[in-house]
């Protein structure tokens, strides 16, 4: 079975950086295409940044720019570096991964999920 375990959530000031970390175990070899996800109080969840197997990234409008999803030197690893953070950044934010090798920026399609990590940005 896949497991993904987040860290590296906490507080900051809204201008600065934080660094996500994502690791994965089990069938990980397996899955092609990992993401980050967030869900803001009273919103739904919604995508972040998404990369494939063979490196290609997307993001959402609202963190373009600012956010860079990649992955570590082993592949079971996964990043997402945030800068210039904003109080609207605030969340629990999901690593996630999916088999196929479609893709999207769609929480729908993704089958594996960690426990979430906290971001909370103060203006």
């Known amino acids: 079975q896949v497991q993904l375990v987040e860290s590296g959530g906490g507080s900051m000031q809204a201008g600065g950086s934080l660094k996500l970390s994502c690791v994965a175990s089990g069938y990980s070899d397996n899955m092609h295409c990992m993401g980050w996800f967030r869900q803001a109080p009273g919103k739904e969840r919604e995508g972040v940044a998404v990369i494939d197997s063979g490196g290609s990234a997307s993001y959402a409008d609202s963190v373009k720019g600012r956010f860079t999803i990649s992955k570590g030197n082993a592949e079971n690893t996964l990043y997402l570096q945030m800068n210039s953070l904003k109080p609207e950044d605030t969340g629990m934010y999901y690593c996630?991964?999916?088999?196929?090798?479609?893709?999207?920026?769609?929480?729908?399609?993704?089958?594996?999920w960690g426990q979430g990590t906290q971001v909370t940005v103060s203006s």
């Open positions: 996630a991964a999916r088999g196929g090798f479609n893709c999207p920026l769609d929480q729908n399609r993704f089958g594996y």
